[in-house]
């Protein structure tokens, strides 16, 4: 996980702390619930949020359910950028993950 996260790099980088926000899903409690991800599993996200002034913690499933995370800013990018993905590409163990997009990009001469 070498240098920043970009749009082209965020599949293989670490969830845990970035803003995310749940845009489509098929449970209607869950429409609408965006904040930090502080835990991720193989097929969850755990998300920690807001709501009437109290801290909250939800287990969101990644299968079914599409993501928009909010990537950091950086010098040359004057606005945070947003990047929607579909969970279900993120249903491996964090580290498998990783390791596996990692060979993928460097077969596929992609930039990490």
């Known amino acids: 996980m070498i240098g920043k ?11 845990i702390g970035l803003h995310a926000s749940i845009i489509e899903t ?14 991720e599993t193989m097929n969850t996200f755990k998300l ?9 913690i939800i287990i969101v499933p990644k299968h079914g359910t599409t993501f928009r995370f909010t990537l950091p800013r950086f010098e040359n990018k004057p606005l945070p950028m947003t990047i929607d ?8 163990r964090p580290e498998d993950r990783i390791k596996k997009l990692a060979k993928i990009a460097k077969r596929m001469k992609l930039e990490l």
């Open 48 to 56: 920690e949020y807001s709501h009437d002034g109290k801290s909250n």
């Open 26 to 39: 098929g449970c209607k409690t869950l429409k609408n619930i965006s904040g930090q991800i502080i835990d």
């Open 5 to 15: 996260v970009t749009e082209k790099n965020v599949i293989q980088h670490e969830f």
């Open 85 to 92: 993905i579909k969970g279900t590409i993120l249903t491996k």
